[in-house]
C-alpha cells in the first residue's frame, strides 16, 4: 500500500487561483494557447487583500510581465463586455477573468454574465462575498435575508451563469476551478462562468497539493456529425427545390467559413446570415445573400418566404432571424438543424444534426456529392442580389432629394456607415450593439474578412460598443475596430474610453449623434406612439419632452477622458477624419470621431416584421390604426411544428407547396 503524500505548497485561496489560472491552456486542432489573456477588475475592500494582493505577488515574481497580466477598468459591466468580446473575436478559445468587490461592484457584472450567457461566450467571474465566518455581520454592503443567512447578492448569478459555485472552505476550491475551466472550454455549453469568493475566505492559507498548479491543457472538441443523422440531412436536401442555408454565430466559432463556402459552391444553395453569422460568406460572394429576418436584405427575406428546406447552421433561431416566425412561408418548410449544442439543433421541430459545424458541413457536402439546384434557383438568387446591392449603393451615396433635405452639417446615417465600410480597411473591425445602428450593418454592411463584424445582438446591449473595442484590439492589435455607438449607447458606458487611454489601447470610436434614441423612437413611431419619451429634449411649458435640443456635448466628453476627438460636419471631414483615424499611431490611444445625423431618414426596408405588441384598446388613432397592421401581421405568423423527418404522418414526402394568402 502506497501510503506517500504528494508534496504541498501554503498560498491563501486568492493565490491559488491566481496561480491555477496561469497555468490553463486550450487547445482546438492541435494549436494550444494561454486560455487566460489576463484579469480585468476594480479593487475594492472585498478583493483588494484578496485576489488583488494575489495580482501583485505575481507581477512580482514575474518582475512585471506576468503571465497574467492585470488591466484596471472603470466599470465592472464594462470590463467583462471587454472580456467577452474578446473571446468572440478569439472564436472563444481564450477569455479573460474578472474580479470586483462585495456589493455593488459585483452585482454590476451580472448585465455582463447576462450577455455572456446568452451569446454562448466564454467569461470568468469572480465575484466577493460578503465574509463566510459572519464575525460582525451585516457588514458593509452585505444583504440581509430574514429566512436564509447563507444568501449573498451573488446569487443573483445563478441563473445568468452556465456554471456557479462558491467557496466558503479552502478545500472546495480545487473542485471549482476544475468545474469552471471544464465549462469555459465546452462549445456546447459555455457561457459565463461564476464562482463567488467571500472575502475572508480569499485570505485564508492552505496547504496546496502542487499537482494543483502543473500546466493544463482543455482540448476543445469538435464532435463529428452521426453518419445516419447526416444522410437524413442530404435526403431532405435532395428533394428540396428551393433550399436556403441560415449561417449563425456557430460558423463562426467552429472557424467553419471554408466548408461553408464549399458546401455552398458544390450546391448552389444560397446562404443568408444572421447577425451573429455575418462574414461566413464574403461580400461579392455568388451564393451571399446578406442578413435575414427582421432586419435582413430583401434578397435573403424573398428566398426565405419561398425556402422549403432551410438548413440552419450555428444559429440559436431568434426572433429578429426568424422576423418572430413569419419569414418562412413555404406550407411544407423543414428544417434541418447543424448545431452543437442540442438544445439549439431541436428548435422549429427541425432534424437535429448535433456536431460541430464545420465537420458537418464537410459530412454534408460529401454525401450530397453531385448534387446541385435548379440553374433557375441559382439565377433568381443573383438577380434578387443585384437587386438589393443598387439600393445599398443609394443609401450608402444618397441623391440630391435625400440630401436637400439634411440640416447644415448633418449627414444620414447610411451615409456614415457607407464611408466608413469604404475607407476602412478589409480586415478592420466594425462593432455595434444596440439602436438601430446594428440593423442597418445587418442590412448594409459589406462584410471582407471573417473576423472583420461584431454586433452583440443577442442581448443587444447599450454600452457594449466601447469596452468591447478594447477587447477586440487586446485579442488582434493588428486590426483598427471602428465602434460605432450611437449618444444613447454612448452616455450608457464612457468609461472605459479612460482605460483605453491608460493602456494606450487603439481604437476608433464614431460617436452618431442624433438627440435621441433613433431606433426606439422609430419603433414607436411605428406603434402608434408617436416617438414618446424618447428625444433628447428639454421640457417645455407644456410638460412634454419637446422643447430645444439639449446642449449635452459628447465630443467635449471624450475629450474630458483623454481621447483624441475630431467633430465632423459634412461627408468630406467624414472621409478626412477616417484617413486621420486609420494613420493614427497603434500606442495612440483611443480616436473619436463625433458626427450628427438625422433621425427621420431611414435605411432601406428588409421587407420584414417583428413582433412587439400594440395597446389592443386606445383613445388615439394613431395606436389604433398602428394596431390594424399588427394584427394583419399575427396572421402570417406561423407555429413552425412540423416533423423534422420530411413526411407526413402517411409516409409520403411532405408536399412543396407555396401557402396561399
Not at 427582421?294 to 434578397?299: I, K, N, Q, V
Not at 446541385?372 to 444618397?398: F, I, K
Not at 480586415?427 to 440593423?439: K, N, T, Y
Not at 402570417?636 to 394568402?661: E, V
Request: charged share 20%; proline share 6%; hydrophobic share 40%.
Amino acid at each position: 500500500m502506497n501510503t506517500a503524500q504528494s508534496a504541498t505548497v501554503r498560498l491563501t485561496v486568492s493565490q491559488a487561483t491566481v496561480r491555477f489560472l496561469a497555468a490553463q491552456w486550450s487547445e482546438r486542432d492541435g494549436q494550444r494557447r494561454r486560455l487566460f489573456a489576463g484579469v480585468l477588475g476594480i479593487f475594492g475592500h472585498g478583493n483588494v487583500a484578496g485576489i488583488g494582493q494575489a495580482l501583485l505577488e505575481h507581477e512580482h515574481e514575474a518582475d512585471g510581465h506576468p503571465d497574467l497580466p492585470y488591466i484596471l477598468a472603470r466599470n465592472e459591466q464594462a470590463m467583462v463586455h471587454t472580456a467577452v468580446a474578446f473571446a468572440r473575436q478569439e472564436d472563444r478559445l481564450r477569455t479573460w477573468a474578472c474580479t470586483a468587490s462585495v456589493g455593488p461592484g459585483s452585482t454590476n457584472m451580472l448585465t455582463g454574465a447576462a450577455l455572456a450567457t446568452i451569446n454562448r461566450l466564454p467569461v470568468l467571474l469572480l465575484p466577493s462575498d460578503t465574509f463566510a465566518t459572519r464575525p460582525s455581520a451585516p457588514v458593509l454592503q452585505e444583504l440581509e435575508h430574514p429566512c436564509a443567512a447563507d444568501i449573498t447578492v451573488n446569487d443573483a448569478f445563478r441563473p445568468l451563469s452556465r456554471f456557479f459555485d462558491r467557496v466558503v472552505r479552502p478545500e472546495q476550491l480545487p473542485s471549482a476551478l476544475l468545474g469552471a475551466m471544464r465549462v469555459l472550454t465546452d462549445p456546447a455549453d459555455t457561457g459565463a462562468v461564476t464562482i463567488a469568493l467571500p472575502q475572508d475566505v480569499q485570505a485564508e492559507a492552505y496547504d496546496w497539493p502542487v499537482e494543483l498548479f502543473h500546466a493544463r491543457t482543455w482540448h476543445i472538441a469538435r464532435p463529428p456529425a452521426e453518419p445516419a443523422r447526416v444522410e437524413a440531412a442530404a435526403g431532405l436536401v435532395r428533394r428540396a427545390r428551393r433550399p436556403l442555408i441560415v449561417a449563425g454565430g456557430g460558423v463562426h466559432h467552429s472557424g467553419a467559413e471554408a466548408a461553408l463556402t464549399a458546401f455552398a459552391e458544390a450546391s448552389g444553395i444560397p446562404v443568408a446570415e444572421t447577425q451573429g453569422g455575418k462574414g461566413s460568406l464574403p461580400h461579392g460572394h455568388p451564393r451571399q445573400m446578406g442578413g435575414i429576418g427582421s432586419t435582413g436584405t430583401t434578397a435573403a427575406n424573398a428566398l426565405a418566404r419561398d425556402a422549403d428546406v432551410v438548413i440552419g447552421v450555428g444559429t440559436r433561431w431568434t426572433d429578429f432571424t426568424t422576423a418572430s416566425r413569419t419569414a418562412f412561408q413555404d406550407a411544407g418548410v423543414r428544417f434541418v438543424n447543424i448545431n452543437v449544442a442540442g438544445f439549439d439543433a431541436g428548435k422549429h421541430a427541425g432534424l437535429p444534426v448535433v456536431a460541430d459545424a464545420r465537420e458537418a458541413l464537410i459530412a454534408l457536402t460529401a454525401a450530397l456529392h453531385g448534387h446541385r439546384v435548379d440553374a433557375a434557383y441559382e439565377e433568381r438568387q443573383s438577380e434578387l442580389w443585384h437587386s438589393w446591392d443598387e439600393r445599398v449603393e443609394a443609401a450608402y451615396n444618397p441623391p440630391p432629394e435625400v440630401t436637400g433635405r439634411l440640416a447644415d452639417g448633418v449627414l444620414t446615417q447610411a451615409t456614415v456607415l457607407g464611408r466608413v465600410n469604404e475607407l476602412s480597411d478589409p480586415r478592420d473591425v466594425v462593432l455595434c450593439a444596440a439602436g438601430s445602428i446594428p440593423g442597418d450593418l445587418h442590412k448594409l454592411w459589406r462584410v471582407r474578412d471573417r473576423r472583420a463584424y461584431h454586433v452583440e445582438y443577442g442581448y443587444s446591449c447599450m454600452g457594449y460598443e466601447i469596452p468591447a473595442s478594447l477587447g477586440i484590439r487586446l485579442a488582434d492589435d493588428t486590426r483598427d475596430v471602428f465602434a460605432l455607438v450611437g449618444d444613447g449607447g454612448y452616455l450608457m458606458m464612457p468609461t472605459e474610453l479612460a482605460t483605453a487611454v491608460q493602456e494606450r489601447i487603439k481604437v476608433v470610436v464614431v460617436v452618431v449623434q442624433n438627440n435621441g434614441f433613433h431606433s426606439i423612437g422609430s419603433l414607436s413611431q411605428s406603434l402608434g406612439s408617436q416617438r414618446f419619451g424618447t428625444r433628447y429634449r428639454y421640457r417645455s411649458a407644456g410638460g412634454r419632452l419637446d422643447g430645444p435640443n439639449l446642449p449635452t456635448d459628447l465630443a467635449a466628453n471624450a475629450r474630458s477622458l483623454g481621447a483624441h476627438v475630431v467633430e465632423v460636419r459634412s461627408r468630406g471631414e467624414l472621409e478626412t477624419a477616417i484617413a486621420q483615424a486609420k494613420a493614427w499611431p497603434a500606442d495612440g490611444g483611443p480616436f473619436v470621431i463625433h458626427v450628427e445625423t438625422d433621425p427621420y431618414i431611414s435605411a432601406p426596408e428588409s421587407d420584414s416584421w417583428w413582433d412587439v405588441p400594440v395597446s389592443e384598446v386606445s383613445r388615439l388613432d394613431t395606436t389604433r390604426a398602428a394596431h390594424i397592421s399588427y394584427a394583419g401581421h399575427k396572421e402570417a405568423q406561423r407555429p413552425l411544428l412540423a416533423p423534422a423527418a420530411g413526411q407526413d404522418q402517411d409516409g409520403t414526402p411532405a408536399p412543396h407547396r407555396r401557402k396561399q394568402p
